[in-house]
């Protein structure tokens, strides 16, 4: 089993070169962003000046002799309760699965449970899926696996089911073998070297996301949603408004922290990150406005891009 995914021995120089869309999914911690970064690496480079040129937001592109692999986002899964937020939110998983060429499940060797099966049925019958089993490295007995497989198998049709262990890098070659086999014939859509062309308005918002769920526990970030008010980028500065919206005072408190500290925090972490990887100088501005009830009001989950 090989570390790293490599091109596959002796492709046949009439081989047609495929090209296509490929969903990673599964419920939260069953190693999806492991695998990305096992698939595509680390490496990412913006291109957002140019237009997207599908409806996808495009998380990494992998590029071998014999196809390129474009690696799309779909929004997260809500297994949870039902709510105006969650109904929407799975109403666009739906239709963004459907935009796909391929889906990769990834489910976790031997622990098939119901939130596993919630996003397997959210994938629709005629976009063909592969399982893969991950983290088979902790199975004491690889056998222990055939089972799971008999079982996953029942569940839904599969065009192929493969034991991988994405920390590892373990058949990811495979993985990618049976991928590129269901991808359509086509020419590469990118240039080779480009990893992902998520935009970087996009970005800003996510890194001061990811700040708020550092800085605070799980409460306050799931009641928060950022907006970018306005991002202009002249002569190498990037100058950024953003809006932090919390759905009660006491949030807002908590967001700010004494003397506004902790939003400090939060503004100058996400704008080192943003200057690491958008190149350049960042000028960011953050507010935070307490806007109640915005989950459940589909005039602002529409502005947020829901
Ligand atoms: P995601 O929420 O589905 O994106 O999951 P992550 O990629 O963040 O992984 C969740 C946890 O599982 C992390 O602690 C990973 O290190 C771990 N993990 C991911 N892939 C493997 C694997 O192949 N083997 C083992 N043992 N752990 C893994």
Redesign the pocket.
């Known amino acids: 089993m090989s570390k790293q995914p490599r091109a596959e021995p002796a492709a046949s120089i009439d081989a047609p070169f495929r090209c296509g869309h490929v969903a990673i999914v599964?419920r939260?911690?069953?190693?999806?962003?492991?695998l990305l970064n096992a698939l595509v690496g680390a490496r990412i480079s913006i291109t957002s000046r140019k237009a997207q040129t599908t409806r996808h937001r495009v998380l990494g592109i992998l590029t071998r002799p014999d196809a390129q692999f474009i690696f799309v986002d779909t929004p997260g899964f809500q297994t949870e309760h039902r709510s105006p937020l969650n109904e929407r939110l799975n109403r666009a998983v739906r239709s963004s699965l459907a935009g796909v060429d391929v889906v990769v499940v990834?489910v976790e060797a031997r622990h098939l449970g119901a939130a596993d099966r919630a996003v397997l049925a959210l994938i629709p019958g005629g976009t063909p899926a592969i399982a893969a089993v991950?983290?088979v490295?902790?199975l004491a007995d690889r056998a222990d696996v055939l089972p799971f497989l008999a079982e996953l198998a029942s569940v839904r049709e599969f065009s192929a089911v493969v034991p991988i262990?994405?920390?590892?890098g373990w058949q990811l070659d495979v993985l990618l073998a049976a991928l590129a086999k269901l991808l359509p014939v086509g020419a590469a859509q990118h240039p080779a070297d480009e990893l992902t062309d998520r935009d970087e308005r996009f970005l800003a918002a996510e890194y001061i996301r990811e700040k708020i769920f550092r800085l605070l526990g799980a409460e306050v970030p799931y009641a928060t949603t950022v907006g970018i008010d306005s991002f202009e980028h002249k002569a190498g500065l990037r100058r950024i408004h953003a809006t932090i919206y919390v759905d009660k005072t006491s949030q807002r408190a908590m967001l700010l922290g004494e003397r506004g500290e902790r939003m400090k925090s939060i503004a100058s972490g996400a704008r080192r990150d943003m200057e690491q990887l958008f190149g350049g100088k960042v000028f960011l501005e953050v507010w935070v406005k307490v806007k109640s009830g915005w989950a459940g009001d589909e005039r602002m989950l529409t502005q947020f891009g829901y």
């Open positions: 599964g939260p911690n069953v190693g999806k962003s492991t990834v991950n983290k490295d902790r262990s994405a920390e590892k």
